[in-house]
């Protein structure tokens, strides 16, 4: 089976390179990705998927499935294409969606013999406001027995886990006034914003040593002589578990209200973005990934990668059994979020990891429907962990 994986990989190789190549030369922000969407659309039609378009209301989502026509499991892959602001493909979706699209071609081949369906997800916008949040909540994922997505990176780690996040606004309102001549008129709503951050500052003494506070100001004031009469913040707050960022947004929403009422500016507080969950990587599943890994030339895969970032994966990990992975792109460490990073996923060692990253999730994906005990232990760990969500 190896072999013929290896065998179909490369034979899509040249095909997947440039589609990765393309959507690198022209990055899209969240929810704007139209080419990126489209490339992929058209390459999983092209193999003979049934795809929906808009999926969810999503104008750059889609949902591409293939059905063998026999009874088995379905697996799904999970493939991300939005870049960031002015780095463009800093994070490496232009490789991770080519990943999992070509994963999911390749399962395709090679399911009507073994049974089963296999379906893959284009997800907007990963990077803020991820569509995975929205598509886990409103069933997307009920009826999928694994997710996978494997992410570049600077070497082979396996699945861990990400903080949960929520991001919260805050928008405090002063009045006006001449800073000079009159200033005991105004009331001032940049001290409000500047003592939230004291206020948190001394907050983080008391927090968990995993949890992470960060904000920044995007609205002061327009002159150094006018008393800021609108001041305007932005938070995301962090931690292992989804219960516990509940708790610290309570307390920092408390730590803006303090700092308003002390500078007599009122408060509105605004959640406009969607949170992120914990991500629960499935060990069953990471375990079957890591020896598939090694069937591909892995030599080795490295223990997982510290989790202080945050995914949308980690809402889909709460709906179905997922794990996150990632492969190696390059020969030195590279830094995610930088221009480098986006440049490393367009060289041949990105191409290498792109190969056998494919190449392991497809035999994953094979051993899950060969063998149903592993597929009801894989599920059996994901029951025993909702229990303690």
């Known amino acids: ?65 293939f059905d063998s026509g026999r009874k088995g499991p379905t697996i799904a892959y999970l493939s991300e294409y939005d870049a960031l602001p002015q780095i463009g493909h800093g994070c490496g979706h232009n490789i991770l969606g080519v990943v999992s699209s070509g994963a999911g071609i390749i399962l395709s081949k090679l399911i009507s013999d073994l049974g089963g369906k296999v379906i893959v997800f284009g997800t907007p916008a990963e990077e803020i406001g991820g569509a995975k949040v929205k598509m886990a909540a409103n069933g997307a994922f ?133 949170p992120y969950y914990d991500m629960i990587t499935n060990k069953t599943l990471s375990d079957i990934y890591c020896k598939m890994s090694n069937g591909m030339g892995v030599e080795e895969i490295n223990e997982p990668k510290q989790g202080y970032g945050s995914s949308d994966v980690g809402n889909v990990s709460y709906v179905c059994p997922a794990i996150h992975p990632y492969f190696k792109i390059s020969d030195k460490d590279v830094v995610a979020h930088t221009v480098e990073f986006a440049e490393a996923t367009c060289r041949p060692t990105a191409y290498e990891g792109m190969c056998k990253a494919i190449g392991t999730l497809v035999l994953t994906g094979v051993e899950i429907i060969k063998n149903e005990d592993l597929l009801n232990k894989i599920k059996e760990e994901f029951n025993k962990n909702s229990l303690t969500i």
């Open 1 to 65: 089976m190896i072999k013929k994986v290896v065998n179909l990989t490369e034979k899509l190789k040249s095909e997947l390179i440039e589609i990765s190549e393309y959507i690198f030369n022209n990055p899209e922000l969240g929810y704007e990705e139209y080419k990126a969407c489209k490339v992929h659309m058209d390459l999983l039609k092209r193999h003979g998927f049934t795809v929906e378009e808009k999926y969810m209301n999503f104008k750059t989502a889609f949902k591409a499935v």
């Open 142 to 274: 009920n009826d999928v027995d694994v997710a996978m997505e494997a992410h570049p990176a600077g070497n082979y780690y396996k699945s861990g886990s990400f903080l949960a996040m929520e991001s919260i606004k805050f928008i405090y309102k002063g009045k006006s006034a001449h800073a000079a001549s009159e200033p005991e008129k105004g009331i001032n709503a940049l001290d409000a914003a500047i003592n939230t951050f004291n206020n948190i500052n001394a907050l983080r003494q008391h927090i968990a040593s995993d949890a992470r506070i960060h904000g920044i100001i995007t609205e002061g004031g327009k002159a150094p002589n006018i008393v800021p009469e609108l001041a305007v913040t932005e938070f995301y707050v962090r931690a292992a578990k989804k219960s516990y960022v509940k708790e610290l947004v309570k307390k920092v929403e408390d730590c803006a209200k303090g700092a308003a009422l002390g500078a007599g500016a009122k408060l509105e507080i605004i959640n406009d973005e969607v």
